[in-house]
């Protein structure tokens, strides 16, 4: 048994091998104390009881030596070997092999076992012998022999009146002792054994108290680290030690756990219906762009979970080059490949998943399918072009009848007829001219509207242009009975912009201006203003305002009131003044007048 | 103490008038009969009170030269002894015989067994020369004046044909010397041999006979010449109506003997001739030199 193997001990053998060790140790000590003084205490009786019975023979023989009465010798040496006190009771063990008087020449004079030893012949001569024959007083002596154990053969001199009769000797054997000894041996170990089981027992039953609930812990422990957190297994103990506190404290901790856990999977629970029921497909990936997970808005293209999670984003893409894991905050439009092979659109916005450390571990992706609203704005630009197209050449088929119908008359009367006379003639010539120019002003106007032509900026005094264009316009017919007003309160100096353009602008706003005034007399204001960088031009009438709602769609092409306009001098004029990187913007309450405001920057540049 | 008392009260006020005022009569033994036997002795002593309706008082001695003293001196009444005592003693002082056991068919006599260990090579006595020996006591017939004879007519003595030679004072000792070989042989009274051999064979079955002497009158019972003559009577017809009481029986069947008979004074002179051979041969055997030490 290696070390090792005592490490994979529970507490509780090892608190019972430790008590069955103590125990054993010290009942081994006591044993070993024990059976040593219980060998001397045997041993010394042992000897005593031999000179004792040695001394008894001597006494005993005096008489019976002087009477020669061999018969009651041979009974005194046999009764000190089979007497009852010569045995052991316990053990029916003779503890007396032998008894013999013997005559100071050595001849044998009682034996206890005569049929061995002779009476009357003389004993075979040894040292044993020798030295038994010579002691004057008591001699033991230890002989080893080679059946029996240790032997004490004892020898008392027979004396009368000092003159030695004899040497009575006995022969104590010590296989008793060893005997008994084994006796006490097996009884110390049994009580070792006693003590050894008894210690196991308290052992086990001390240590089952301590570990019974470590075991338990470590099994709820066990449980809680495969992952069951909702049903922790609490300890169970009464006791108040370390143990027991151990055991409160984790049986708290297990509880805490639960319920942190039963919240976690609660809100957990929460997001995951609010990802899954999202109307958006929710999605992320790794940093290598495989997908990890999509919610349940991805059956919609026919997918489920498991037929996207671990492949790569890219195969759903119709481009697979596209970043759609590249966490642009701008939402990109991407195009999918559902299940069955159709194209999706979708606007996509990512973001970038980090660690708390920062690190990027995938991107999270939230797409709408706008598919169907692609498809229904591509039908409304194209219904819309439609209805622009119709309007426009209503519009301009209306524009052009008018004029065209005049000069028609006017043609048809000059070529029909007698003639007409020669004023007739001119005011009918006048008129196919007039009508002639205006058909030509609304076709240079189309022409201008479709014609983009990129601005062609260079110094210009603006306050040139704007005298320029007021000169003509005050020649119009619409001027006439009109107040055009110019106020110049700060010279403009000279501005970087396409002069032509921005005559055109001006011209167009102030027409109108002058056109809303109507027939009733009114008056145009036009201003001019330079600050940071920019000059304004400020054209402002006294008419009767627009009307709020029409407010906002001034600038749209076609929205007018007027009835012989198209309605595309604003919608010109703002596409050259945005041309200029400047704003034009209007003002108007009803009642009370419009107020239109140009900026431009000074040096072309906003 | 107070029990003491009260029954030395009670002895004083009944030795006047009942028997137990008598002198108690006084029997004696030795154990050459049989050693272990003390409480089958007691038994018939016992009996024989009751019979006579007086105490008696059973004596115990070593050997019979003390049981001959006693009745010399008359401090015994009644001795159980051996054939030769008694011819010495009836010589000298007059006792009388008062019955005899029989304990054979043959009669009121028995035998002087010749013994030797089992595994003894010896098949005969003479064969014993230069080896040991065990008599049992000096005044015994079968264990010491029948091998004294039986040598005598060797023209030997003890002294010169054994090496050596002991008594033990009784016939089972004689038994136990030879089986445990502290002798090479031994004399001892067939009847004591025949008892042993029925009650402890494991001790006899140790030993071999290997001689029977012709028959010789058995070890009466004898009396003191001056003992009461109504009282001889009275005893008498006690021994010889034993075996007609069942308790009678039980102690004769105890003790292996038949009955108890009468027998007269000639069944012992095989004994006087043997006795006096051997004191012609050796007159330096002089019974009285053979006293216990």
Known sequence: ?606 | MRGFTVSSLLSLLVLPVGVAAEAPLRIAITPVLVEHYLDVNRQWVAYVGEQLGRPTQLLQRRSYKEISDLLEQGEVDIAFVCGLPYIIDHARFGVELLVAPQVYEAGPVYYSYVIVPADSPVARFEELRGKRYAFSDPLSNSGRLVPAYMLAQMGETPDSFFKRYMYTFSHSGNVEAVAVKLVDGASVDSYVYDYLAATNPALTAKTRVIQRSPPHGITPVVVRKELDRQLKGAVRRVFLQMHETAKGREILKAMMIRAFVVVPDRLYDSIREMRALVERRTPQLSLERARPR
Not at chain 1, 575 to 599: F, L, W, Y
Request: neutral net charge; charged residues 25%; hydrophobic residues 45%.
């Open chain 1, 1 to 606: 048994m290696t070390l090792h193997a005592v490490h994979r001990w529970t507490i509780g053998t090892k608190l019972a091998a430790t008590f069955v060790a103590v125990i054993c140790a010290v009942a081994l000590l006591i044993s070993v104390s024990m059976i040593t003084h219980e060998r001397r205490a045997l041993d010394a009786e042992l000897r005593q009881r031999g000179v004792n019975l040695a001394q008894n023979l001597a006494r005993l023989s005096v008489d019976l030596v002087l009477q020669d009465d061999l018969w009651r010798l041979y009974t005194v040496a046999r009764d000190i070997v089979q007497a009852p006190g010569a045995t052991v009771p316990a053990a029916q063990d003779r503890i007396v092999l032998y008894a013999m008087v013997v005559t100071p020449r050595g001849e044998l004079l009682a034996h206890s076992d005569p049929a061995r030893f002779s009476v009357g012949e003389p004993l075979p001569p040894d040292s044993l012998t020798g030295a038994a024959l010579g002691a004057t007083d008591v001699l033991i002596q230890p002989v080893v022999t080679q059946t029996d154990a240790l032997i004490y053969d004892i020898a008392v001199p027979v004396v009368l009146d000092r003159q030695r009769l004899a040497t009575a000797r006995v022969g104590i054997t010590t296989r008793y002792l060893e005997a008994t000894l084994a006796r006490v041996k097996r009884e110390v170990l049994l009580i070792v054994s006693v003590l050894a089981a008894v210690g196991l027992g308290l052992g086990l039953a001390v240590s089952r108290r301590i570990t019974r609930p470590l075991a338990q812990l470590s099994t709820s422990v066990e449980t809680l680290s495969r992952g069951q957190l909702d049903r922790p297994i609490l300890v169970d103990t009464v006791e108040k030690d370390e143990v027991g506190r151990l055991a409160d404290a984790f049986n708290q901790m297990a509880r805490n756990l639960r319920d942190s856990v039963a919240a976690m999977r609660a809100t957990q629970q929460y997001l995951e219906n609010l990802l899954e029921h999202a109307n958006d497909f929710i999605y992320t990936v790794d940093a290598g762009g495989v997908l990890t997970y999509v919610n349940r808005k991805f059956r919609e293209l026919g997918y489920e979970k498991h037929d996207l999670v671990g492949r790569p984003l890219g195969t759903l893409l119709v481009d697979p080059t596209r970043g759609a894991w590249g966490g642009e905050p701008k939402a990109i439009e991407v195009d999918v490949r559902d299940r069955a092979g159709g194209i999706r659109v979708w606007v996509l916005t990512t973001s970038l998943l980090r660690e708390p450390e920062g690190r990027q571990t995938g991107t999270l992706g939230i797409a709408k399918d706008i598919t169907e609203r692609k498809e229904m704005e591509q039908r409304l630009r194209d219904s819309e072009k439609l209805a622009s197209v119709g309007a426009l050449a209503g519009a301009m088929a209306h524009e052009i009848r008018n004029p065209l119908g005049s000069i028609v008359t006017a043609v048809n009367l000059l070529a029909t007829g007698p003639g007409p006379a020669d004023a007739e003639r001119q005011a009918l010539l006048k008129v196919v001219q007039e009508e002639s120019r205006r058909l030509s002003r609304i076709l240079g106007d189309f022409l201008e509207l479709g014609r983009s032509r990129p601005p062609f900026l260079a110094p210009h005094d603006l306050d040139g242009v704007v005298d320029e264009v007021l000169a003509a316009l005050a020649l119009t017919e619409r001027a006439r009975g009109k107040t055009i007003r110019k106020v110049l309160t700060l010279r403009t100096g000279r501005v970087l912009v396409d002069a032509d353009q921005l005559k055109q602008v001006l011209w167009n706003v102030a027409l109108n201006a002058l056109e809303a005034l109507g027939d009733a007399p009114g008056e145009v204001v036009v201003s001019t203003a330079r600050e940071d960088g920019q000059v304004r031009i400020v054209v402002t009438d006294t008419g009767p305002g627009i009307a709020r709602d029409r407010l906002p769609r001034v600038f749209e092409p076609f929205r007018t009131t007027k009835r012989d306009g198209m309605g595309l001098g604003l919608a010109i004029a703002r596409r050259i003044v945005e041309s200029h990187r400047g704003h034009i913007r209007v003002e108007s309450e009803p009642g009370r007048g419009t107020s239109v405001t140009i900026t431009v920057p000074t040096d072309g540049r906003s």
